[in-house]
């Protein structure tokens, strides 16, 4: 059992910036993948980046590549998601997630956090 908490999302302005973080508990944390999704109202949950616990892997949707970075905290087992240059078209639930091993698609992932709100205003 892996719990994942969520923290960070808000409000903000077209080109502004937010940093998400997630934190685990449960299980050990340092050699979890961890991935983080969105979810927009009326559409399907998309991918948005992963990372592995050492970082030799990283991946990011084409949408954020640029914009978004992905990255650790091994000793504190916290992943965060900085978010740059937002756009209207980013507003979601954000939801972080860990799986064994890297992955692209959601069900690939074993824990869930609860998802935070971000809101990009134009």
């Known amino acids: 059992q892996v719990q994942l908490v969520e923290s960070g999302g808000g409000l903000v302005q077209a080109g502004g910036s937010l940093r998400l973080s997630c934190a685990a508990s449960g299980r050990t944390f340092s050699r979890y993948v961890m991935g983080w999704f969105r979810q927009a109202p009326g559409k399907e949950r998309e991918f948005v980046a992963t990372r592995n616990w050492s970082g030799s892997r990283t991946y990011y949707a084409d949408s954020v590549k640029g914009r978004f970075t992905i990255s650790r905290d091994n000793a504190k087992n916290t992943v965060y998601l900085q978010m740059n240059s937002l756009k209207p078209e980013d507003t979601a639930v954000y939801y972080c997630?860990?799986?064994?091993?890297?992955?692209?698609?959601?069900?690939?992932?074993?824990?869930w956090g609860q998802g935070t709100q971000v809101t990009v205003s134009s």
């Open positions: 997630a860990a799986s064994s091993n890297i992955g692209l698609i959601d069900r690939e992932y074993d824990y």
